[in-house]
């Protein structure tokens, strides 16, 4: 198995994707190797480790443990209905976790390739994917067009999904890992509408970002020429 929904962003400084699937030792070794990863950022709560862990040799790399559980960072997941609702929840996480942004950026702005993901690469990551790469200039088409890529790779992330949780946690029905029931994938519409109240409430992704903690100079690295 693999890390799946995989790509890079800020000139290969960052590789965003999904929790690593049916990896053992020697598989996420061949994988960091491959790779050049250098630190690992995931963005999965305590739950979501336990059930689909990183088997990882000590020194390997480093390993930030940066959780954002959606179950207690939002008012109610069942809310969401509508793409708008969908960006409405991101929003929500910015605001209130800024030092869970600039600290998911972290190692990369200090200069280590690496890997951010969530359990899907699809919302926590995506959301810290899309400041990341409007910090180091990309337009917003290109924000828009990276976001909206994982929806092409769900089908087969959630198939793999529900095999891990079938083991894990068998009392989850199937039904759970159905894409059309997954937040409405992930639609252009939602980040539309995260970056225009984004911008509005924060001006730009290198403002809020310092104001979370990183510093100029920190936020130049990530600039590859």
């Given at each position: 198995?693999?890390?799946?929904?995989?790509?890079?962003?800020?000139?290969?400084?960052?590789?965003?994707?999904?929790?690593?699937?049916?990896?053992?030792?020697?598989?996420?070794?061949?994988?960091?190797?491959?790779?050049?990863?250098?630190?690992?950022?995931?963005?999965?709560?305590?739950?979501?480790?336990?059930?689909?862990?990183?088997?990882?040799?000590?020194?390997?790399?480093?390993?930030?443990?940066?959780?954002?559980?959606?179950?207690?960072?939002?008012?109610?997941?069942?809310?969401?209905?509508?793409?708008?609702?969908?960006?409405?929840?991101?929003?929500?996480?910015?605001?209130?976790?800024?030092?869970?942004?600039?600290?998911?950026?972290?190692?990369?702005?200090?200069?280590?390739?690496?890997?951010?993901?969530?359990?899907?690469?699809?919302?926590?990551?995506?959301?810290?994917?899309?400041?990341?790469?409007?910090?180091?200039?990309?337009?917003?088409?290109?924000?828009?067009?990276?976001?909206?890529?994982s929806t092409a790779a769900l089908p087969t992330?959630?198939?793999?999904?529900?095999?891990?949780?079938?083991?894990?946690?068998?009392?989850?029905?199937?039904?759970?890992?159905?894409?059309?029931?997954?937040?409405?994938?992930?639609?252009?519409?939602?980040?539309?509408?995260?970056?225009?109240?984004?911008?509005?409430?924060?001006?730009?992704?290198?403002?809020?970002?310092?104001?979370?903690?990183?510093?100029?100079?920190?936020?130049?690295?990530?600039?590859?020429?």
């Amino acid at each position: 198995m693999a890390v799946l929904n995989l790509r890079s962003l800020a000139g290969g400084r960052i590789l965003r994707g999904s929790q690593p699937f049916g990896m053992d030792t020697a598989a996420t070794a061949a994988f960091l190797e491959l790779h050049g990863i250098q630190a690992v950022v995931d963005l999965r709560s305590e739950y979501e480790r336990a059930i689909v862990p990183w088997q990882l040799a000590n020194g390997e790399v480093e390993l930030v443990e940066n959780p954002l559980d959606p179950r207690t960072a939002s008012a109610g997941l069942q809310s969401i209905h509508t793409a708008e609702d969908l960006g409405e929840l991101y929003l929500g996480w910015v605001r209130a976790r800024p030092d869970w942004v600039a600290e998911s950026l972290r190692p990369a702005v200090q200069g280590k390739r690496t890997l951010i993901h969530c359990s899907l690469g699809k919302d926590r990551t995506g959301v810290v994917s899309a400041l990341a790469l409007l910090a180091t200039g990309a337009d917003r088409a290109a924000v828009v067009a990276d976001y909206a890529a994982s929806t092409a790779a769900l089908p087969t992330m959630l198939e793999t999904m529900s095999a891990a949780w079938r083991l894990a946690v068998p009392e989850v029905p199937e039904e759970a890992f159905s894409p059309s029931l997954m937040l409405l994938q992930s639609p252009e519409a939602a980040m539309e509408y995260f970056l225009d109240r984004f911008g509005h409430e924060f001006g730009s992704a290198a403002d809020y970002l310092r104001d979370a903690g990183l510093s100029g100079s920190e936020l130049a690295g990530l600039r590859l020429r």
